[in-house]
Each structure stands twice: as C-alpha cells, then as structure tokens.
C-alpha cells in the first residue's frame, strides 16, 4: 500500500532552519505531484507547498514564499521540505501528502503520511 513517512522534525529557535523528509513507498513516485500540508495546534489544515512529479514546477502559500523550498529526488523516492526564518506561527504537524487528479481541473491529497512535529520556540 501507499506509505509516506515524514522525518526531520523537532524543535528549533525562531529564524531558524528545518529540513524535513518524506519517504514514500508503494507506488510509483514520479507518477504523482506531491504536497506538504500543516495543521498548528487547535487550527485546521494549511497547505504549504506542492511540486510537480518532475520538480519542474512548485508551488507555495504566500506566507511561506522566500522561506521554504520543495524539492524531490525521484530516484530516492523522497520528498523534501527545506524551512528557513521558521517563524514561532510555524509550529505545527506538518504531512506529506500524495496529490491525485479527480477530474481535468482538479488535483486532491488522496494519501497522507503521519506528520512531524515542528516546534518553533525559544
């Protein structure tokens, strides 16, 4: 079955930096755009970033542009989240998810890994 297993997370100061990695497994990678998704704590889901199967296109919130990169290495099957000037409204589980297409406009995160925990704290 489809796997993505998030890891690099954990505690950081304000202004700094975290990479965190996806690990997926199950299907065919490069067949698929990935996404990164956040949820802080008592708040709902946020998309943060997505990328095309080939990395030629990628995509960010507003609040994160200039700050995070996304990148992929389809031969490792891996998926990245670099995250520069963490700010403390950064704290949050952060999931990597498989993007799917639903019809000829629309994408959706069909599978989803179980997050990791960036805490942005001093």
């Known amino acids: 079955e489809v796997q993505l297993v998030e890891s690099g997370g954990g505690l950081v100061q304000p202004g700094g930096s975290l990479r965190l990695s996806c690990a997926a497994s199950?299907?065919?990678?490069?067949?698929?755009?990935m996404s990164w998704v956040r949820q802080a704590p008592g708040k709902g889901l946020e998309w943060v970033s997505s990328?095309?199967?080939?990395?030629?296109?990628?995509y960010f919130a507003e609040s994160m542009k200039g700050r995070f990169t996304i990148s992929r290495d389809n031969a490792k099957n891996t998926l990245y989240l670099q995250m520069n000037s963490l700010k403390s409204e950064g704290t949050a589980v952060y999931y990597c998810?498989?993007?799917?297409?639903?019809?000829?406009?629309?994408?959706?995160?069909?599978?989803w890994g179980k997050g990791a925990l960036v805490t942005v704290s001093s």
């Open positions: 990328i095309s199967w080939d990395g030629g296109d990628t």
């Open positions: 998810a498989r993007d799917v297409s639903s019809s000829w406009y629309e994408y959706h995160m069909d599978s």
């Open positions: 199950g299907f065919t990678f490069d067949d698929n755009p």
